[in-house]
């Protein structure tokens, strides 16, 4: 999730203020966003570019960021999606002839197909971003019209994707042209200058009154006029009724006016889903994933934590969609595994950071003994996917707090389609199968988006009796166990409320002899008939020993009338289980801490990613 700041200054304002310092310390208050790579483009008597990678007090330090003159400049913190973090493939990009500067936050659809018929028409790309396909598309229509303005709408009509995007060209040299779908954009409305931004901090020091951009608008701001039409109908945009004053201070803006980032990151999801699918689509990596897989003698899948989750979910997906067993195992106990892996098998590794010290130690030892190596990660070019043989990325932005959220569902979806495509390979998976759960993936961003309109209330009602409790169980069967596993493991890490989670069937070989009256029991119900249909007799068997049942399932569910408290959520194929069952599962976890007077974003003696045995 990158972050983007622009800032467009009068002559006047100009003297008093260097516009490499305002778009410097825009940058480093959107350093919470995550990046690897910067840079700055400023308008002088010319179009000026530095860029790199690394933190921005280093490039500042080699670049001198904070020295550039001008009146108009942008800037951008990279999160890597498309090409590894480098000097070239950090932002702002150009064109052929250096005319237009381009920043993007966002994920482009389409940038293969455009990239190819630009090259055919003679422009040369300098990195391996999508992004770059934007200032060329401008050059491209620009030499048609003659008009910057309408050759900015025509390039940014011809993108699929997500997109945040701001263009400076010394031929329109006081104004910043810009254009938002789904990545997040705001203009700070100022006396004698303007700004953009992709989130509320970067314009906080200078104003307090913003228009949030809604998506398909496009437009410019100058020093003295912000300016914004609706690319659908061509109609201006009426900014001042969408002006507001903002009352947060510096601090809460960066979570965007939520009380703590877990909060922010889960309300995040749908972006972050949705990006995902979009990148997996897409990806061509994909197929030699899936070749890797077809040919495999043995599929083995690990992970930690969270990451664990995701690969039992691929265990029980890959198996049942392409009849291809899969082995999964937490990854610090790899050594009980390796003896039986060797030439001709495939190990997929699951890892948000990419650096998880027990993950990496499971691919060496596998990898050193002839397995070829699948990477599932988050962060572009970090150790794990350095060291695979193909690597599937997932597009979750970066995660402030420690409890992993985005990271879940983005794995489980990508994953999920992983095994789709594996299925259809083998040949197990019939058309009519396939289109099914490719629907579901394709809405699966809308999925989250109404799971998370439809429950967040009856999951804060729920918390606080939760909250009261020492201990619970999280049940399920099937492809809904490891969902409850995760459901468990985050009311663990930051309500501190002891949590069990095992497969449903297991409770009368032991685990029932804890419950009694009131004991909290949450039952993960997916929307496969059978599945349910063993579900209810476990609800049953549990309400008879007292216990307070809470069920999350399809809307319409059987398991409705019997247990005590029901959270519905949207009907899709059960392979998506995890897109729509987690989500009031992490929701019942933060409300629990929150409700015990916790910080859900620093829960004791854990860390966002664990670098050591």
Same mark, same amino acid.
């Given at each position: ?54 933190? =921005? ?59 190819? /018929? ?18 060329? =598309?401008?050059? &491209? ?30 031929? &329109? ?17 100022? &006396? ?15 104003? @307090? ?57 889960? *309300?995040?999801?749908?972006? !972050?889903? /949705? ?5 997996? =689509? ?6 030699? !994933? ?66 998880? /010290? ?79 759960? =490719? ?28 909250? @009261? +409790?020492?201990? !619970?169980?999280?049940?399920? @069967? ?5 969902? !409850? ?10 309500? *501190? ?9 297991? +409770? ?39 216990? *307070? ?40 976890? *933060? ?23």
């Amino acid at each position: 999730m990158c972050g983007i700041i622009g800032a467009c200054l009068s002559s006047h304002v100009c003297r008093n203020f260097v516009i490499g310092e305002i778009v410097f310390n825009g940058l480093l208050r959107l350093e919470y966003r995550g990046y690897d790579s910067a840079g700055v483009a400023v308008i002088g008597d010319k179009l000026l570019v530095k860029k790199g990678k690394g933190k =921005l007090s280093e490039l500042d330090a080699r670049l001198d960021f904070k020295g550039l003159r001008g009146c108009v400049g942008i800037g951008h913190t990279r999160w890597a999606t498309h090409g590894v973090p480098n000097d070239v493939n950090a932002h702002p990009h150009v064109d052929c002839r250096n005319a237009f500067a381009v920043v993007h936050n966002g994920v482009l659809e389409n940038f293969v197909e455009l990239k190819r /018929m630009l090259q055919s028409r003679g422009h040369v790309f300098a990195s391996d971003t999508d992004t770059e396909v934007i200032p060329h =598309l401008v050059e &491209e229509y620009y030499y048609r019209t003659g008009d910057v303005f309408k050759s900015f709408k025509e390039a940014v009509k011809a993108l699929k994707g997500t997109y945040a995007i701001l263009l400076v060209t010394p031929l &329109e040299p006081f104004k910043i042209f810009f254009a938002k779908k789904d990545s997040p954009l705001i203009i700070g409305l100022g &006396e004698g200058f303007n700004l953009l931004a992709s989130d509320i901090p970067a314009v906080l020091p200078h104003t @307090r009154k913003v228009v949030v951009i809604r998506d398909n608008w496009a437009g410019f701001i100058t020093p003295s006029e912000a300016y914004a039409e609706d690319l659908a109908s061509g109609e201006p945009v009426e900014l001042v009724k969408y002006a507001r004053t903002v009352e947060w201070s510096i601090s809460e803006a960066e979570k965007s006016g939520y009380p703590h980032f877990m909060l922010k990151e889960i *309300y995040e999801q749908p972006r !972050a889903v /949705m990006e995902t699918v979009y990148g997996a =689509l897409r990806d061509r990596l994909i197929t030699q !994933a899936v070749e890797l897989l077809v040919n495999a003698e043995k599929v083995y899948i690990t992970g930690a934590g969270t990451s664990f989750h995701a690969a039992e979910h691929f265990s029980i997906t890959g198996t049942r969609l392409a009849g291809k067993p899969v082995i999964s195992f937490i990854s610090s106990e790899y050594d009980t595994f390796l003896p039986g892996a060797g030439e001709g098998d495939v190990l997929i590794v699951v890892s948000q950071s990419g650096e998880t /010290m027990d993950s990496l130690k499971a691919l060496r030892a596998f990898k050193g003994r002839g397995v070829k190596i699948i990477s599932v990660s988050n962060v572009i070019d970090s150790a794990i996917p350095r060291e695979s043989h193909v690597t599937l990325y997932t597009r979750a932005g970066p995660e402030i707090g420690v409890a992993a959220t985005k990271t879940f569902t983005t794995q489980t979806i990508l994953l999920t389609y992983l095994a789709v495509r594996l299925g259809e390979a083998i040949g197990q998976l019939d058309s009519g199968d396939k289109e099914k759960i =490719l629907g579901s993936i394709t809405s699966a961003g809308e999925l989250v988006k109404k799971t998370l309109e439809d429950t967040g209330g009856l999951a804060r009602k729920l918390a606080s009796s939760i909250s @009261r +409790s020492s201990s !619970a169980y999280y049940l399920s @069967r099937g492809v809904g166990v490891p969902v !409850a596993k995760e459901g468990a493991l985050k009311i663990k890490e930051i309500a *501190y409320v002891h949590a069990e989670s095992y497969p449903a069937g297991e +409770s009368k070989h032991g685990p029932i002899a804890l419950v009694e009256s009131s004991f909290p029991v949450v039952f993960v119900i997916p929307n496969d008939s059978y599945l349910e249909t063993l579900l209810l007799g476990n609800i049953e068997e549990m309400k008879a020993r007292g216990a *307070y049942a809470i069920g999350v399932g399809a809307e319409g569910s059987r398991a409705m009338e019997l247990v005590n408290e029901f959270i519905p959520v949207p009907r899709a194929h059960w392979a998506l289980t995890p897109i729509t069952h987690t989500i009031p599962l992490q929701l019942l976890a *933060y409300y629990a801490a929150v409700e015990k007077g916790l910080d859900p974003d620093k829960p004791r003696n854990l860390a966002k990613t664990v670098t050591v045995e």
